[in-house]
T-cell receptor
Framework: AQSVTQLGSHVSVSEGALVLLRCNYS??????LFWYVQYPNQGLQLLLK??????LVKGINGFEAEFKKSETSFHLTKPSAHMSDAAEYFC????????????FGAGTRLFVKA | DTGVSQDPRHKITKRGQNVTFRCDPI?????LYWYRQTLGQGPEFLTY????????KSRLLSDRFSAERPKGSFSTLEIQRTEQGDSAMYLC????????????FGSGTRLTVV
């Protein structure tokens, strides 16, 4: 069965610093992987997706993620944090044996300090 | 295209009452999903539809919960005899095909059971 583990429920960075949010997945078949962002009292918005085309995936707002099969990881990075990046971030996995429904991690809240 | 709409945005109900939520997906999307999100957690899968067919229900969906998608358009989620543990954000999402390009989420319905 597919699952996702996000390491660190809270991450705090200074404005301008590197953002690194960690995600490890478990899947019995090649997975499809996603990162979503959620602002307070809103639904989730897709940041980026990995669908086996390229291992380094670029998304919106300057975020990118790298798929590493050997490490079963899909960490999210951004070179320089902005105050507007403060939000909750969710890693998610979808696979065929699960009917392609998406399973979400518990989330990582990103704080950005001025 | 106005995105995924959910109604109401907020619902406060007394324990034991029935509530019904509505979701209007993106019109071209054939798949519709319901998730539940509690404070500090990621979205938990409840059920999904492909057109009008309900393809999977989570074990989280007790017999007090029922979802429908008549005619493969909008969907309703009903909770009968609400309990305080039902208090959560209920998120609806839709996708085309199997959702391999990600989901589009609505803003959610926040349910508070008092």
């Amino acid at each position: 069965a597919q699952s996702v583990t996000q390491l660190g429920s809270h991450v705090s960075v200074s404005e301008g610093a590197l953002v690194l949010l960690r995600c490890n997945y478990s899947s019995s078949v090649p997975p499809y992987l996603f990162w979503y962002v959620q602002y307070p009292n809103q639904g989730l918005q897709l940041l980026l997706k990995y669908t086996s085309a390229a291992t380094l995936v670029k998304g919106i707002n300057g975020f990118e993620a790298e798929f590493k099969k050997s490490e079963t990881s899909f960490h999210l990075t951004k070179p320089s944090a902005h105050m507007s990046d403060a939000a909750e971030y969710f890693c998610a996995v979808s696979e065929g044996t699960g009917g392609f429904k998406t399973i979400f991690g518990a989330g990582t809240r990103l704080f950005v300090k001025a | 295209d106005t995105g995924v709409s959910q109604d109401p945005r907020h619902k406060i109900t007394k324990r034991g009452q029935n509530v019904t939520f509505r979701c209007d997906p993106i019109s071209e999307h054939n798949r519709l999903y319901w998730y539940r999100q509690t404070l500090g957690q990621g979205p938990e899968f409840l059920t999904y539809f492909q057109n009008e067919a309900q393809l999977e229900k989570s074990r989280l969906l007790s017999d007090r919960f029922s979802a429908e998608r008549p005619k493969g358009s909008f969907s309703t989620l009903e909770i009968q005899r609400t309990e305080q543990g039902d208090s959560a954000m209920y998120l609806c999402a839709s996708s085309s095909g199997e959702g391999l390009n990600g989901y589009t989420f609505g803003s959610g319905t926040r349910l508070t059971v008092v």
